[in-house]
């Protein structure tokens, strides 16, 4: 038997499948195991307030992987992420509330729908590149958010709508816990799929599509297609995020989308990291807790110094808008890079020649 | 009947004529090459026979098939690969991933399929690794697989723009000035991978190449375009003696 504390001084792979599986090294589909238990248990160990902050970074995380497809992969940049989460809260609360379906039917529905109408604003990107999609896209924000907020008759209108938790088998998915074990079961479904996508022909074409779109359209790739394509399959994730944050907060309303919203997930895989399934989820992460963690802060400064707390609301834009700028300059790849940066540093470690 | 038959070409930016009624034709399993000073049109004549220009007036036939006003991703599938001159690699992608890349028009899977990575789509990927890894040994570039090409060296880049074309089992295979900026050893073994693709994969070559001695000695016909006019069009030697190429291009010495 191996030994698992030593580095192996090569890795051998005697046949295309094991060379083209997702971790190719045993120590390191080990690790992923150890991981993925870690947060299999993590609500039997932990605080109830901590299980529900895992929950939101869970669901921050299907949406950045959803948009990382999308910006990061397809190098179509959009602003719009915002609406697409509400297209995609809505649509389950509509058919829950007014249709009486249940949850196991709307919530793949809302994925199906937001592809749908992620696919027609994406249309435009076949002639529109940078600035202009990302124009382009804001439009579709603020186009969707309108129809939101004034289509009282089936959304409510500002007011929003109110949404159930899911019940599974007379079990309701009402406590924290329950809730973490659906959004943890389809953020890892949503993490394989998006790392076996690219590493098939769709996603190549993706990649293709972003990196040379000229090239890729002589080596046979349809661009208006897998443009298209790159929205509804990004609008789809975006969507089942959508839901889930809707059932998980039990309310939907028009300000819970706003733009603010999408610059906070365009946020997340900056930092995390474009073009990185992994690097999505450490920046859902990141900039979920970063205010947590920032008022937490501020409460234990604010023993020594009172009346920090009052400039609590206009600190977190400035460290918010800070870690971005920081991050584009230093680290424009994000913590996956970083995370790379140093598995390389201690794979030679200590001796680094 | 010729594979590629263009007749009677015109391409015009504006009041420039980039191509003037041109017409030659190329036949199956030949090596064809285009050569002319810079400016002639070589590449917009390229350009258009692989669906990134849409000429004015005349048309292109692909192996009997009416292709002028074809998307370029079609003709593609028809059969028609094409290697830039200023490399279009996909950068960020390993050497193996632009290759896998040229077969996508062989390929089927889909969106769900591959995010399932189930059935079709990894068996289709293990049979067209198979076909890549033929490639990657026929272009000597085993050991820069995994690497992302945008790390490569230029002659290696220009290798894997080839490779990439190749991997579409093409019936015709476009290259832009694939010796370009090559030193001798570098443009010897191109010539090499030229010739093996002509005699082993009997995929007809079209070339773009300034390099006489490489272009006299691979061709089977050569056309010559000078302000975007045909101005000669045959086997080497026929060139060699044609007045109007050696007053336009080849120069007086070669003649002697």
């Known amino acids: ?89 809505y649509t389950s609360a509509i058919l829950t509330t007014k249709l009486g379906l249940s949850f196991w039917i709307s919530f793949p529905l809302a994925g199906i729908v937001t592809a749908a109408v992620g696919a027609l604003f994406g249309i435009p990107s076949l002639r529109l590149k940078g600035l202009y999609l990302a124009m382009a896209t804001l439009a579709a924000q603020v186009i969707i958010l309108f129809v939101i907020s004034h289509w009282d008759s089936l959304t409510g209108g500002t007011a929003g709508m109110v949404l159930q ?24 479904f949503t993490a ?63 300000e819970l989308y706003s733009i603010q919203v ?47 707390e009052g400039v609590f609301a206009g600190l977190r834009e400035v460290v918010f808008g800070a870690i971005i700028i920081l991050f584009l300059i230093y680290e424009p790849e994000g913590l996956a890079k970083m995370w790379r940066n140093l598995k390389d540093y201690f794979k030679l470690w200590p001796f680094s020649y | 009947m010729p594979l590629l038959e263009v007749e009677n070409l015109s391409l015009h930016f504006g009041g420039v004529a980039a191509l003037n009624e041109v017409s030659f034709h190329i036949e ?8 002319g000073p ?53 950068k960020n992608m390993t050497v193996l991933e632009n290759l896998m890349l040229g077969r996508h028009v062989r390929m089927k899977s889909g969106v769900l399929s591959g995010g399932f990575y189930w059935g079709l789509a990894q068996k289709e990927e293990i049979e067209h690794r198979k076909a890549v890894e033929d490639i990657i040994d026929f272009l000597e570039i085993e050991h820069y697989r995994d690497q992302p090409v945008g790390m490569l060296s230029y002659g290696l880049q220009k290798r894997v723009e080839v490779g990439r074309a190749l991997a579409l089992d093409p019936k015709i295979l476009l290259l832009d000035e694939p010796m370009a900026g090559m030193n001798s050893e570098e443009k010897e073994d191109m010539a090499r991978f030229v010739i093996e693709i002509h005699e082993e994969r009997k995929t007809t070559v079209v070339l773009i190449e300034h390099d006489m001695g490489v272009v006299m000695d691979l061709s089977d016909h050569i056309a010559v375009l000078d302000f975007g006019k045909l101005i000669g069009f045959g086997t080497p030697s026929e060139i060699q003696q044609n007045p109007k190429v050696i007053e336009a291009y080849l120069g007086e010495e070669q003649t002697g």
């Open chain 1, 1 to 89: 038997m191996r030994n698992p504390f030593v580095m192996e001084c090569g890795e051998f792979r005697a046949s295309y499948k094991e060379d083209m599986a997702l971790y190719k090294i045993p120590r390191v589909r080990y690790r992923v195991y150890a991981i993925i238990a870690f947060f299999a248990v993590f609500p039997l160990i932990f605080p109830e307030y901590y299980v529900g902050l895992a929950t939101l970074c869970g669901i921050a995380a299907i949406g950045a992987i959803g948009l990382n497809i999308l910006t990061g992969f397809t190098g179509l940049i959009s602003i719009g992420v915002g609406a697409f989460l509400g297209v995609g809260g």
């Open chain 1, 262 to 308: 999408s610059i906070e997930y365009l946020a997340m895989i900056l930092v995390g990291g474009l073009g990185s399934v992994m690097g999505s989820i450490y920046g859902a992460v990141f900039i979920t807790l970063l205010p947590v963690v920032l008022r937490g802060l501020i409460e234990t400064l604010s023993v020594f110094m009172p009346g920090l």
């Open chain 2, 28 to 35: 199956e399993g030949e090596i064809f090459s285009l050569i």
């Open chain 1, 192 to 254: 394989i799929f998006a790392m076996n996508l690219f590493r098939s022909r769709t996603g190549r074409a993706f990649v293709a599509v972003r990196d040379r779109d000229l090239a890729a359209e002589v080596m046979g790739i349809n661009l208006f297609k897998y443009k298209v394509l790159a929205f509804a399959v990004s609008s789809f994730f975006v969507g089942i995020a959508g839901a889930l944050l809707g059932h998980y907060t039990m309310i939907v309303s028009p």
């Open chain 1, 165 to 188: 938790r899911p019940s599974i088998g007379g079990y309701m998915l009402s406590s924290e816990t329950g809730y973490y074990y659906l959004m943890f079961v389809i953020l890892i």
């Open chain 2, 38 to 90: 810079n400016g002639a049109g070589k590449t917009s004549m390229l350009n258009c026979i692989s669906g990134l220009y849409h000429p004015s007036q005349g048309s292109i036939k692909f192996d009997g098939r009416e292709i002028t006003h074809m998307k370029s991703y079609k003709r593609t599938e028809l059969g028609i690969a094409r290697a830039f001159q200023n490399i279009e690699l996909f």
